[in-house]
T-cell receptor
Framework: GAVVSQHPSRVICKSGTSVKIECRSLDFQATTMFWYRQFPKQSLMLMATSNEGSKATYEQGVEKDKFLINHASLTLSTLTVTSAHPEDSSFYIC????????????FGEGSRLTVL | SQQGEEDPQALSIQEGENATMNCSYKTSINNLQWYRQNSGRGLVHLILIRSNEREKHSGRLRVTLDTSKKSSSLLITASRAADTASYFCATGGSWGKLQFGAGTQVVVTP
């Protein structure tokens, strides 16, 4: 199946700093990617839909100025957690959809963010 | 917000036994999917069942769907230690915007 890569897989940062997480579709073009957040032993919560060449669509309650999403190319979406605080510590997972409209969905391996 | 709930939240079984978990959802769907997540890892797609299907099989997996009750079940037969993982149902269009259930943590002991 198609491969979606996330980097870094783990990151530890100090409170107040910003952290960028990359989501790449390695062997297909993804016009749409999705970012999820997962707390320990909980389900995945959709944060935003990342659209290539346009602004991301955020779910209700997700601060767009806190979680900056950029989808500058058909193979890369980035999530930047700005001025991170300990409560932002979480597991962030992206997924990428092949093709436009209907298409298969593939998930990255996730990125664990720990804010000290 | 999460689409639905899953039960049980946790399930502990021995190798060779069957594991059954259920998922309920709230809105009308076109299809329902099941995913597996190993601890600290991404999601692996297991199976998709369409709204006009009642049952689907894939290897040791059996999924049922009851749209009148807005519920689905996942059965893993002859479980193995490698089946230890969290299992999530998800609904949403083929556009990829999925809503996940709460998940069931399955532990299979040798």
């Amino acid at each position: 199946g198609a491969v979606v890569s996330q980097h870094p897989s783990r990151v530890i940062c100090k409170s107040g700093t910003s952290v960028k997480i990359e989501c790449r579709s390695l062997d297909f073009q993804a016009t749409t990617m999705f970012w999820y957040r997962q707390f320990p032993k909980q389900s995945l919560m959709l944060m935003a839909t990342s659209n290539e060449g346009s602004k991301a669509t955020y779910e209700q309650g997700v601060e767009k100025d806190k979680f900056l999403i950029n989808h500058a190319s058909l193979t890369l979406s980035t999530l930047t957690v700005t001025s991170a605080h300990p409560e932002d510590s979480s597991f962030y997972i992206c997924s990428a959809k092949t093709g436009k409209g209907t298409g298969e969905l593939f998930f990255g391996e996730g990125s664990r963010l720990t804010v000290l | 917000s999460q689409q639905g709930e899953e039960d049980p939240q946790a399930l502990s079984i021995q190798e060779g036994e069957n594991a059954t978990m259920n998922c309920s959802y709230k809105t009308s769907i076109n299809n329902l999917q099941w995913y597996r997540q190993n601890s600290g890892r991404g999601l692996v797609h297991l199976i998709l069942i369409r709204s006009n299907e009642r049952e689907k099989h894939s290897g040791r997996l059996r999924v049922t769907l009851d749209t009148s009750k807005k519920s689905s079940s996942l059965l893993i037969t002859a479980s193995r230690a490698a089946d230890t993982a969290s299992y999530f149902c998800a609904t949403g269009g083929s556009w990829g915007k999925l809503q996940f259930g709460a998940g069931t943590q399955v532990v299979v002991t040798p």
